[in-house]
Nanobody, 116 residues
Framework: QVQFVESGGGLVQPGGSLRLSCAAS????????MSWYRQAPGKEREFVAG????????QFADSVKGRFAISRDDAKNTIYLQMNSLKVDDLAVYYC?????????WGQGTQVTVSS
């Protein structure tokens, strides 16, 4: 069955960096566009970054443009989110899913805390 396992979150000071990973299984990974989403406390889950099936096309939410990068390694069935210049507003649980997301496939996510 389809499964996403996110990792790499943690506590970081404002201005710091983190790299998130999402290991996917249960489907032909290289055929699908993938995205990162996040949910901050008290807010709706939102799109953060997406990458198409070939890896050549990416898109980002305005709030993270120029600070975050998304990539994929089809040999490892994994997508990554490199987060630089982190801000307090980036505090959230980060998830990966298809693009568009499919409700049944949300994983546990990985917590990112930005605090001094």
């Amino acid at each position: 069955q389809v499964q996403f396992v996110e990792s790499g979150g943690g506590l970081v000071q404002p201005g710091g960096s983190l790299r998130l990973s999402c290991a996917a299984s249960g489907f032909t990974f290289s055929n699908y566009a993938m995205s990162w989403y996040r949910q901050a406390p008290g807010k709706e889950r939102e799109f953060v970054a997406g990458i198409n099936y070939s890896g050549r096309g990416t898109q980002f939410a305005d709030s993270v443009k120029g600070r975050f990068a998304i990539s994929r390694d089809d040999a490892k069935n994994t997508i990554y989110l490199q987060m630089n210049s982190l801000k307090v507003d980036d505090l959230a649980v980060y998830y990966c899913n298809f693009n568009p997301p499919r409700t049944d496939y949300w994983g546990q996510g990985t917590q990112v805390t930005v605090s001094s």
